[in-house]
């Protein structure tokens, strides 16, 4: 069929005029594109970076250290009774594992949910089997919760974190 630009707006016209030839229209932009994209994330490095999950989860590590230290001398030095100690510990927790994320996802190049995912769950097993070493305590159903809100928090913390940028070769 025989367009005219009498009436069509210019992109009507140029599909129009392509469809007669037999060609697409956006084609040649798209392809490239699309082609680049996938080479870019493909030099970007493996999914999983080690040194990322190391690091990540040795901060949440010696985050907690510290934060149990200073909890420590607050109840010794004060009035605090230890029944409020369960909850402490918690939260403790909890920002241990958000700072462990949030260092795994700042220093991954790709995959920063995915990195403070996996810290979060080496946390949380660590913490288990070290409870288990020193407490002798069996495992027990809420353990499986602990291990999957310590995910979700790496995840989160993770998600908060400012991601490095990729170098582009010229």
């Known amino acids: 069929r025989h367009a005219t630009k009498v009436g069509m707006g210019s992109l009507e016209y140029e599909l129009v005029r392509a469809e007669a030839k037999g060609t697409e229209l956006f084609a040649s932009r798209r392809g490239s594109s699309r082609r680049k994209l996938s080479q870019d994330t493909a030099s970007a490095g493996p999914l999983l970076e080690p040194r990322a999950l190391l690091r990540g989860t040795l901060s949440a590590f010696i985050l907690s250290l510290v934060l149990f230290a200073v909890v420590s001398a607050v109840v010794t030095y004060t009035a605090l009774t230890d029944e409020h100690l369960p909850l402490i510990a918690t939260v403790t927790g909890v920002f241990s594992v958000l700072w462990g994320g949030f260092t795994a996802g700042g220093s991954a190049h790709r995959a920063a949910l995915i990195h403070g995912g996996i810290v979060g769950l080496l946390y949380g097993l ?9 407490l002798a305590e069996p495992a027990a159903a809420h353990a499986l919760w602990r291990i999957a809100g ?17 170098r582009r070769k010229p």
């Open 126 to 134: 660590l913490v288990l089997l070290l409870g288990r070493l020193v």
């Open 150 to 166: 310590a995910v979700i928090c790496g995840a989160v913390g993770a998600t908060l974190a400012p991601r490095p940028r990729l």
